[in-house]
């Protein structure tokens, strides 16, 4: 405990914009992850799928069924590649830091990047505008503008409320779950390196959390990515 995140201020001279160089580079280490096996998964396709095309296609059939559970897949298949990226990037960036913390410095440079409530407010913000967009682009505006209205003129208040309430949700949600994860985690390894006793004592509770972190962190990509879905189908489905 005790570390800091190394962060470039006043960025360009703009006395408001900051750089948290630690979530630029965890960007960057899990879009290049997500590529890479995304390649890999796709690269030599055989009918009878072996390594990384039977992983990657089993996720996309779990993603598909996440979006078939959803809305019709007439149109669900269109939100498909939208909700795969979303799976796989936050199971990627959920697991980097379950696997270990990189401090230099005092600095911590290698963690979750969803740990953080920048990301995953800017995922849950990114998908609550992409619902309102598709709402509007597949309905049409008279359509989308009257669902706010429905069933009762006076709902309309707090329908708006309920649009800012799901967006935290959905971004605090993931960064709770991850965050307190991360920190319990330094705990167990600064008991474990406090001594024969302390390694012992802390060992074990050290690999069953982190065990459960794995668990946490699937089940947090699968929360967000249907809730995501869920979201979208509200605005894009017809009976909503």
Same mark, same amino acid.
């Given at each position: ?6 962060? %470039? ?15 630029? $580079?965890?960007?960057? %280490? ?25 992983v ?5 059939? $779990? #993603? /598909?069924?996440?979006?078939? +559970? ?6 669900? /298949?269109?939100f ?27 600095? #911590? ?18 998908v ?18 009257? +669902? ?5 003129? $006076?709902?309309?208040?707090? /329908?708006?409320?309920?649009?800012f ?10 960064f709770?779950n991850?965050?307190?994860?991360? %920190? ?37 990509? $699968? ?6 879905? %869920? ?10």
């Amino acid at each position: 405990m005790g570390h800091e995140a190394p962060i %470039v201020h006043d960025v360009f001279g703009i006395s408001w914009l900051d750089f948290n160089l630690s979530n630029v $580079f965890m960007i960057i %280490v899990t879009s290049a992850i997500v590529f890479i096996l995304s390649v890999l998964g796709a690269r030599k396709l055989k009918m009878k799928p072996t390594g990384a095309q039977n992983v990657m296609e089993w996720v996309l059939d $779990f #993603v /598909k069924g996440i979006v078939n +559970d959803t809305m019709d897949w007439k149109t669900g /298949k269109l939100f498909l590649p939208l909700a795969l990226t979303l799976f796989s990037y936050i199971l990627v960036g959920n697991m980097l830091g379950v696997i270990t913390n990189g401090v230099h410095d005092h600095n #911590v440079w290698w963690k979750s990047p969803t740990a953080d409530p920048g990301i995953t407010m800017t995922l849950a913000a990114m998908v609550i505008v992409l619902s309102h967009f598709y709402g509007i682009k597949l309905r049409g505006g008279k359509e989308y503008v009257k +669902d706010y209205f429905r069933p009762l003129p $006076f709902l309309f208040p707090i /329908k708006i409320i309920e649009e800012f309430a799901n967006t935290l949700t959905l971004g605090l949600r993931l960064f709770g779950n991850l965050y307190a994860g991360e %920190v319990l985690l330094t705990l167990l390894v600064g008991l474990t390196t406090s001594g024969v006793l302390g390694f012992i004592g802390g060992a074990i509770p050290f690999l069953a959390w982190q065990g459960f972190s794995l668990f946490i962190g699937g089940i947090q990509a $699968f929360i967000f990515t249907m809730l995501a879905m %869920v979201y979208i189908s509200h605005k894009v489905s017809e009976e909503h």
